[in-house]
């Protein structure tokens, strides 16, 4: 369903939150939150104050966050928009050599960090993405939780231009 600017202005709590409650992947409340936030006059604002909302989340907030996403690769239940997220670059149809590549990867990262490995797919190929796995493996605990949130700001953004008429 797309909706308008207008039209998310004029729902009521409940029918904005089942309108956009999975633009952040299983995490409604941010947008129980950004309601209060109305009106808004674009959806470049919009995702302003969604990404303000996740800021302002507790660690512990945003940790959650983080771990509702699934691994990428995988074959796990995970959320309609990460799934068309994962098939628009190919991830449902890796090779056996490129899924044990992923889940290599998905678990040294899961080791480290302690969360799933967070990439806006959409900037991305195959290729980038085990790259960017790669290079941020290097990367401190604090550093990487800070990348993972910026990376789910950006695919709430995609999915909120994907919901939205201009």
Known sequence: MFYTIAELNQMSQDEFVTALGAVFEDTPAIAYRTWYQRPFTDVTQLHQQMVAVVNAMSWEEQLALIKAHPDLGSKAKMAEASVKEQTG????????????????????????????FIVAVRNHTKTSIIEAFERRLQNSAEVEMQEAIAQINQIAQFRLFDLLHQ
């Open 89 to 116: 670059i190919g991830l449902n149809r890796l090779n056996l050599e490129e899924y044990q590549h992923f889940q290599i990867l998905n678990q040294a990262y899961q080791d480290k960090f302690g969360f799933p």
